[in-house]
């Protein structure tokens, strides 16, 4: 039997990591979840309580948002996956990635059963087929600062600000560019749902993604779609529109209302009626009941 691989990216809102543990818990699902080294949830235990789904969690990697630790624990996660896989004799067909502020929005065997009837199609999102200069910058230069805690304090911001954009100007002028000539760059969303077979060439391309997106900006928007749409996976997407239509990825995440938008009790109709697998973003202290009542209607 052919079985889901759900990879989880946690730091905080454990009250919704262990509900979204419970609601993935089933014969044809595994989790491998990746909790940020400094993060304070340890119990580890009442993560592993499950019926049939076996649970493996990693603390291995300081998380910084816009670094590329984003991206090694995104290939950790796969790598954990696949060697499991191949040490237990699982055979995986879809590896699905998602954060531990993520809820599924479908009871767990739709969820299986949508794609199992999509077998081979990749969902990774777009948000369009031209990149204006703001997002090439991302990969063209070095990035040195990104792994530096300091950069997200409100005091430093500015003093960061201004030292990556003296960096950037400093690298035009020396003529650095790290874009690898005939490749064709693309961006999107992180998360996404994807086949054993393109996990498979992620990790097959692990030292050239190393090599490329090391000291880079927001890389791990960037680096799945470009390894895609530069392959024979392609064609295997299942909505190649290119169009920022987050169907193609079949999360629920609203830009209009927020950055993104994090859902509250108001939305659960909205969020019960729409034809998304998951949605993002929720935050346990800002509203419970929504993640009480997706439990409790899931369940």
Not at 23 to 29: E, G, I, P, R, T
Not at 109 to 131: A, P, T, W
Not at 209 to 225: L, S
Request: aromatic content about 16%; overall charge positive; proline content about 1%.
């Amino acid at each position: 039997m052919e079985k889901q691989a759900f990879l989880i990216i946690a730091h905080n809102n454990f009250e919704i990591l262990e509900k979204v543990i419970k609601l993935l818990d089933n014969k044809s699902v595994d989790i491998f979840i990746h909790i940020d080294k400094k993060s304070q949830i340890n119990n580890f235990d009442i993560l592993k309580n499950t019926k049939f789904s076996k649970v493996l969690i990693s603390k291995e990697i300081d998380a910084n948002w816009g670094a590329f630790s984003l991206i090694k624990i995104e290939l950790l996660l796969l790598e954990n996956a696949l060697k499991y896989a191949k040490k237990s004799n699982v055979k995986y067909s879809y590896f699905h990635l998602i954060s531990g502020v993520d809820m599924p929005i479908k009871p767990i065997d739709e969820i299986c059963q949508f794609f199992k009837q999509n077998k081979g199609k990749e969902f990774v999102h777009f948000c369009g087929k031209e990149l204006d200069e703001k997002v090439i910058n991302r990969f063209k230069y070095y990035h040195f600062l990104e792994e530096k805690k300091w950069k997200r304090n409100s005091k430093l911001q500015y003093f960061y600000k201004a030292v990556n954009k003296i960096g950037i100007l400093l690298q035009k002028i020396m003529g650095i560019n790290r874009c690898e000539k005939g490749i064709q760059y693309q961006y999107g969303s992180q998360w996404f749902s994807i086949t054993r077979q393109f996990a498979e060439y992620i990790l097959e391309n692990k030292t050239k993604i190393e090599h490329n997106y090391n000291y880079t900006y927001c890389c791990d928007e960037i680096f799945i779609q470009t390894l895609l749409i530069n392959s024979e996976f392609k064609n295997n997407l299942y909505l190649p529109t290119y169009d920022n239509n987050y169907a193609q990825c079949q999360r629920y995440i609203d830009w209009t209302r927020g950055n993104p938008y994090t859902f509250r009790k108001e939305d659960f109709e909205d969020l019960m009626k729409s034809n998304y697998m998951f949605a993002r973003k929720f935050d346990y202290k800002l509203d419970s009941e929504i993640i009480e009542k997706i439990y409790y209607e899931l369940r």
